[in-house]
């Protein structure tokens, strides 16, 4: 286990530094210096708020890469793997209808899909109006996403067309990627941007005193035409923090011209997002909350849903989510709860100031 932990260790300090090697937004260099003095990436500069909430509060991404990614040991590499963990909640949710996987260019039949088995397979379920999302089975913000589908006489990829032959080679391209159904999501979500799949992602904790599930963090994430079929907000979607209480997007922003804005509506679709009410969301959060009770062994997971007119899908999940969508209106270390987890399994290990001003101040 020790040499599991450490393995794990290793893996997310590999991110940590790749992350580094790629930043998405360009500050100074003594700007850039500071933040990683602290642990935290370059792009956390643009992304968190430190003025309004100060730099302590904030959990950091060496915290997140090197320490929370061995909070689920033995079980992150089940939960990160996109087609494992689809048929791991086969029973216990609503889950994509997965009809193949590529494996080294070659279409391969999944479970109850033996006639998946080909390109030609492939385009004529296209043919026959079914709208399908290929994505790898490892993968984060939004990567290596990209959907398919067939109309007027046309196969398109994420929107733009493409020929038979093209889509023949593109399969043939790919490698460890699942092919599944496009989730149709609700009508209130299709009101803000109908281009994407926009996605709840809701971070759930395994409190170590009670063995009870809570959910300490939630956002809805909204995409734009050029980010489709993907919601990523580093594409240019907005995303609003949600009470986790009362399923209310009470703040958003989005990213403009390198730089975090605070929004109040969709800026292509003009659509309401502060203020929005998620339809059911006591419903909702009772049932994911159930759900992380049911693998209340893995105590850190992060859920991508997407809610529906009837219920909601699980689209994927993973272990040590990307915290920027969380901590970007508001630090996890705001929250006493939130702190004692990662205060229990070693995630956290300074002295934070009193946050009772901060969250007064939020509050008012």
Same mark, same amino acid.
Do not use: C, W
């Given at each position: 286990m020790k040499l599991k932990k450490s393995l794990l260790t290793f893996s997310g300090l590999v991110r940590y530094y790749g992350r580094e090697r790629?930043?998405?937004?360009?500050?100074?260099?003594? =700007?850039?210096?500071r933040m990683w003095r602290r642990g935290f990436c370059t792009d956390s500069a643009v992304y968190y708020d430190f003025e309004a909430f100060g730099r302590p509060f904030f959990l950091t991404e060496y915290e997140m890469y090197a320490r929370a990614i061995r909070i689920n040991t033995g079980y992150t590499e089940v939960m990160n793997n996109k087609l494992v963990f689809n048929d791991l909640l086969e029973g216990l949710a609503r889950t994509a209808t997965v009809y193949g996987y590529v494996e080294k260019g070659k279409i391969r039949p999944h479970r109850g899909y033996p006639e998946f088995c080909s390109s030609d397979a492939l385009m004529q379920l296209l043919r026959e109006g079914q709208l399908l999302l290929c994505k790898a089975f490892v993968g984060s913000r939004g990567q290596g996403v990209?959907?398919?589908? *067939? $109309?007027?006489?046309? *196969?398109?990829?994420?929107? %733009?067309?493409?020929?038979? %032959? %093209?889509? %023949?080679?593109?399969?043939?391209?790919?490698? =460890? *990627?699942?092919i599944c159904d496009f989730i149709e999501q609700a009508d209130y979500s299709n009101e803000v941007c109908a281009h994407t799949g926009n996605t709840i992602k809701v971070l759930t904790m395994i409190d170590p005193e009670t063995n009870e599930a809570f959910i300490a963090a939630a956002a809805h994430r909204f995409g734009t035409t050029k980010s489709q079929p993907v919601d990523a907000y580093g594409e240019g979607g907005v995303c609003g923090v949600i009470d986790p209480e009362t399923g209310v997007i009470y703040d958003a922003f989005r990213i403009a011209e390198g730089k975090r804005v605070k929004v109040t509506h969709h800026h292509e679709t003009k659509a309401p997002i502060v203020g929005l009410q998620i339809p059911r969301w006591s419903e909702f959060r009772e049932e994911v909350l159930a759900l992380a009770n049911k693998l209340s062994y893995v105590k850190y997971i992060a859920w991508d849903t997407i809610l529906q007119n009837d219920g909601f899908t699980v689209v994927e999940g993973n272990t040590n989510s990307n915290i920027a969508i969380f901590q970007a209106l508001k630090p996890l270390l705001l929250e006493e709860r939130? $702190?004692?987890? *990662? $205060?229990?399994?070693?995630?956290?290990? $300074?002295?934070?100031?009193d946050s009772s001003e901060i969250q007064e101040r939020e509050h008012s």
């Open positions: 790629n930043p998405k937004f360009k500050v100074s260099l003594l =700007q850039r210096l990209f959907s398919l589908s *067939y $109309r007027d006489g046309h *196969y398109y990829k994420s929107g %733009e067309t493409i020929t038979p %032959e %093209e889509l %023949e080679t593109l399969i043939q391209s790919l490698d =460890q *990627y699942m939130n $702190r004692a987890f *990662y $205060r229990h399994h070693g995630v956290l290990r $300074r002295k934070l100031p």
